[in-house]
């Protein structure tokens, strides 16, 4: 997967060289490639903010410093060496007014060959950037959670993380992707319960007598249990949505 991010602060984005992403991208599984938007403002100041129309704090960013940078990008992503990928990226613009980004969205997002980020800082981009791309990419307005971030960078590194780990060989095991919190299939709209490893006894807290067992029946359901104790205790709204009619009889006597 290619990954275009421009952003005033590339340097904000060198965790990704780090553990798991730092892996995928060695292994060439994702192919970052972090820009400056100020590479594409016209003044000796760099400035990329004017103040905004209609009065009101903050600044907004300009859209002609976005417009150039991303069709560059675009360009440059167009003709990278090999080729690939071809077409157009999917475009997302972190904004604490976006949909959710939720797990199904990271997915989805995993299956795109190549995605640009376009986090703002101040008060936003001009709202004709995403008008004008929206004629022409998929773009997307996308919050991470009802919080207020000092930018948008704070959220793609979220984003990337939570895609990055979903592309095939980024996991060694596969299966813990499909145990995942908020994974579809079985354990839908269920927190993953609590996990132990050795030593059996510590600090007086023993672990759970039916993991020692050996009986992988007993052990799901315990699992399952488990998770929807959690799931009732801290996410109660997961349990009173839709996904209630996943609730098999026994799940309704937890
Ligand atoms: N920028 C500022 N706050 C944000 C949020 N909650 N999600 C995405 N982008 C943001």
Redesign the pocket.
Known sequence: MRVDIISIFPEYFAPLDVSLMGKARERGILDIHLHQLRDWAHDVHKTVDDTPYGGGPGMVMKPEIWGEAVDAVIDLGRSAEGGEPSGSPRMVV???S?RP?TQEVALEYAKEPWLLFA??RYEGIDSRVVAEYGTRLRVDE???????????EA?VLVMVEAVGRLLPGVLGNVRSVADDSFAPGAMANLLEGPVYTKPPVWRGHEVPDVLLSGHHGKIARWRRDEALRRTAANRPDLLAGPGRDALDARDRQV
Do not use: H
């Open positions: 972190p904004t604490p976006g980004f986090p703002a996308v919050s991470i959670g009802d919080y207020v971030l000092a930018g948008g959220a």
